[in-house]
């Protein structure tokens, strides 16, 4: 089979699948804005539910953790025979609870049922352990609310990301049709104009003709990835429908980059290991590498077999053979935590240094193809007063619409890239995204 007729024989399967996908889209349109954009998938994106609920989960571990009781532990032992003898069934609760990094507090209340008396037999213990040396205390570094924060600022992303696919394809399509509109009537006023087709014209109109073809097929796999990421069973044919503000960022790079300092989860992390390794280092020196413990105890039994008393008792321990190791491991733990900050700061300030190169870049093309845009309109209404007066014809006034079309095209492509990019760097400082787009695009 010849490689032409081969790929006409493609061109038509995937026209096929576009027209099919296009006929389980809808015959009509749905208009959606970034803002409903955004409502649907905060209230049908399966992830994302998953990803609020992990939290939720999480953040109710830690208040358990935090609460009055660390650890609870029930057991119970109903049936046992050792040797052909029926033993005692037994339950036991064990309970911990740390008062501070220092203090702890366990107890632990049995009950044994006697089976040759018949009687409940209950036995209890409590104990406080205090550590007077050797402890440093634990440091935490990340919050629920970091973590809610940065899910909800990654869908905004992801929600922006695949909307805007979908927008920049969709107008790119519209304008492409109209190029080709155009060429079409260039070869038609050719034609009738020289008598014959004009080749290249017409090998023009085939290349734009096979790359719509390939802009439609983009523009069902945009249309179907947002409809997925808005948690929608089957796609929906949306018409993305945008309002670009005038925006410009607004945030000095200083504040920029203090905020970046103080959002970036990993930089926090890196904080929260630097102040361990200076505490455990710093309760090292203090405490000469002893741990010293105070621990006080009571025993209670009912039975008058049983004993029942109290105790208190001071412990320490040293190693001997390690101390000097120890305080080394413990000072080059405390380097390499700064060095890591300094490093993981030094990442986070070249991020955003990145983006802002990137804003600055934008921003200069913007200034660039207002005035070309401005150029354009200004020759567009020349060309048409031309056209009345009979001095060139009506495929200049169209070439010059769509000259104007492609800047104006073109200025909304990098608008929207703009955006993204400050959406981006907000994102790294910490910033609530929900809330600035609103302000951005409509």
Known sequence: MKPRVEYV????????????????????????SIGDALSQ???SNKRYALDLRSIEIRRAE???RAGAVQD????????????????NPFGMAEVRLPLSDELTVSGSLTLT?????????????LSLDYTLLGSAKKIESISEVDDFLRRENDLVLEVFAAFRQLYETDRKLHLEQARLDYLKDALAASEIKTGREDLTLRRQVG???????TLMIQRNQANRNLSYIL???????????????SYRCTIEADELFRLAFAADPELKKAHAALHQAEAELHEEKRSKGWDVKLSGGLEWRTRPDGSSGWSIGLIASRELTSGEARLARLELAVE????????????????VLQYLQVVIALDGRLLTLTEQIEEAAAALELASKKLTAGLVSALDVEKAELDLRGFESEREQVQLEYIGTVLAVYDLCGIRLMDEIASIIR
Not at 207 to 213: F, K, M, P, Y
Not at 336 to 350: D, G, K, S
């Open 336 to 351: 390499q935590a700064e060095l890591a900050l300094a490093e993981r700061r030094r990442a986070v300030q070249e991020q």
């Open 41 to 43: 998938a905060v209230q």
């Open 113 to 125: 049922l006697d089976l040759d008396d018949q009687i409940l037999d209950p036995e209890g213990r």
């Open 207 to 213: 290349t734009l003709q096979r790359e719509i073809e």
């Open 9 to 32: 024989i493609l061109v038509a399967i995937l026209m096929v699948y576009v027209l099919q996908s296009g006929a389980a889209l809808g015959s009509s349109m749905v208009p959606l």
């Open 62 to 64: 830690v208040q358990a």
């Open 231 to 245: 948690g929608r069973e089957q796609p929906v044919d949306y018409e993305p429908q945008v309002d670009i503000l």
């Open 72 to 87: 609870l532990t029930i057991t119970t032992r109903p049936l046992q025979i050792n040797d052909g003898k029926l033993q």
